[in-house]
């Protein structure tokens, strides 16, 4: 079992910055696959980003290709989700979710097993 902890949403103005954490209750990620999701109201669950646990590979939805960045810190069990340069279109709950997966990166969310609460981010124009 994997408990995944979203925090670092907010509220910021169009072309600023902000940078989401996911951290992970377990030491055990290897062979995890960590995405980015994010769900505005009345839409559903879209991809944003995944990377592999060790950082070896990542891929990025097309709007946010440039703008976004993931990075981690396997000491704190912990990744992060970079965005700069931030639209009102971005506004929405960020979600992290976690997948033992080899050799890909899901972009489905139903492939995800562990989520996590979500966290708001909104972009004001």
């Known amino acids: 079992q994997v408990r995944l902890v979203e925090s670092g949403g907010g509220l910021v103005q169009a072309g600023g910055s902000l940078r989401l954490s996911c951290a992970a209750s377990t030491r055990t990620l290897n062979n995890y696959v960590v995405g980015w999701f994010r769900q505005a109201p009345g839409k559903e669950r879209e991809f944003v ?73 909104t972009v004001s124009p």
Request: net charge neutral.
């Open 49 to 121: 980003a995944a990377t592999s646990w060790n950082g070896g590979s990542t891929y990025y939805t097309d709007s946010v290709k440039g703008r976004f960045t993931i990075s981690g810190d396997n000491a704190e069990n912990t990744k992060y989700l970079q965005m700069n340069r931030l639209k009102p279109e971005d506004t929405g709950v960020y979600f992290c979710a976690a997948v033992i997966v080899n050799f890909r990166l899901p972009i489905n969310a139903y492939e995800y097993t562990y989520w996590g609460q979500g966290t708001q981010v």
